[in-house]
């Protein structure tokens, strides 16, 4: 983290060491606003509070609202946007849901996608270059973690399979992968000196889906939600969204898409295999091995609603997996 300490303005010896933890910017900026100092810190203009709305510096913040899509219908109320900016899985920057402070650290231009391996020609692409080549759509979704709690977004993008389109695979591709930013000069968690925790994580963060799930009409890249481009703490500039698996499949702030013939192990699948496998279709009857999936606590509300089969998508998705044996297809 680069600090440019005006003259006369003493950093205390305590605040010093902990300018690398960035789990301590807000006390840094406290400090700083309680000094009437001036302080360059790299992405400051973009960083605001979990509540403001996407930054001004965003050159795609003008593209919304989108057009919604009529077709995704929802059988519930959708999350209130600050129940829900506060409320977040987002491990690169801390384990716990409260991340949407520092996660305003993330520096989401300029921001880039890498697109290779089994591909006509590797090639990497502006995020606002890709929006040029989309559609974008308004869909309303259902979400379900796998810790059993659920969430219902407005979220705005474009189908996967426009991007599948633009990458240009080779027949012979089997899977998509993708992958999340590293650096851990912006994400805590990708510093294990200060914060042990992480440190056996196989950052980046990836995740995969087989050609037929990322071309399936369900599968969508968001890039916006509650009809703004994305917050950071949702994953911006550039998450996914499927809505029929669990929540962990639907990966944040992609940087890379790689095409590929072998599938994928993905982030949470590295760290406990046994709990978090390649599928994670919802099945409210496979429990998993720590706690029931029958039921879902609905974020914002204290009731607690059944859990449906592939989360209620089941029209969309289930004949991708009809007569597989031998796949864990629900955990
Ligand atoms: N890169 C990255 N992507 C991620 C995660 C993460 O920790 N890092 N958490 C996942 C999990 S477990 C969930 S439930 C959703 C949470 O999305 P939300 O914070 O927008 O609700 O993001 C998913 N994508
Ligand atoms: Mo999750």
Excluded at 95 to 110: D, E, H, M, V
Excluded at 273 to 288: D, I, L, M, Q, T
Aim: net charge positive; charged share 20%.
């Amino acid at each position: 983290m680069l600090i440019k300490r005006p003259k006369g303005w003493e950093l205390s010896e305590n605040l010093a060491t902990t300018e690398e933890a960035f789990l301590n910017r807000r006390e840094l900026m406290k400090a700083v606003a309680a000094t009437g100092a001036t302080i360059a810190l790299p992405g400051m203009a973009l960083a605001k509070s979990g509540t403001g709305a996407s930054t001004s510096a965003d050159p795609s913040a003008h593209l919304y609202p989108v057009k919604r899509n009529p077709k995704f219908k929802l059988d519930r109320a959708l999350t209130p946007e600050p129940i829900n900016i506060k409320y977040n899985n987002f491990y690169e920057f801390g384990g716990t849901k409260a991340i949407s402070n520092a996660a305003q650290a993330l520096k989401i231009r300029p921001w880039s996608v890498k697109i290779d391996g089994m591909v006509e020609k590797p090639f990497r692409i502006g995020f606002d270059d890709i929006l040029k080549q989309v559609q974008l759509e308004e869909r309303l979704y259902r979400h379900r973690c796998v810790e059993a709690w659920s969430m219902t977004v407005p979220w705005s993008g474009f189908p996967l399979s426009q991007l599948v389109k633009l990458a240009r695979p080779l027949s012979s591709a089997k899977y998509i992968s993708f992958e999340t930013f590293q650096d851990p000069k912006i994400a805590p968690a990708q510093n294990p000196p200060s914060v042990p925790w992480a440190y056996a994580y196989p950052w980046p963060y990836r995740e995969g889906l087989t050609m037929a799930e990322a071309n399936n009409d369900l599968s969508f890249m968001v890039t916006g939600a509650y009809g703004k481009s994305l917050h950071k703490q949702f994953g911006a500039p550039l998450r996914l969204h499927v809505p029929w698996k669990y929540g962990f499949k639907s990966i944040k702030s992609i940087v890379r898409i790689t095409f590929t013939d072998k599938r994928p192990v993905s982030f949470w699948e590295a760290v406990q295999a046994r709990e978090y496998g390649f599928w994670a279709n919802v099945n409210p009857k496979v429990s998993h091995p720590r706690w029931s999936q029958a039921t879902e606590r609905v974020l914002g509300t204290n009731k607690r609603v059944p859990t449906l089969l592939y989360n209620g998508y089941g029209e969309w998705v289930a004949h991708m997996y009809k007569g597989m044996k031998g796949e864990k297809l629900f955990m």
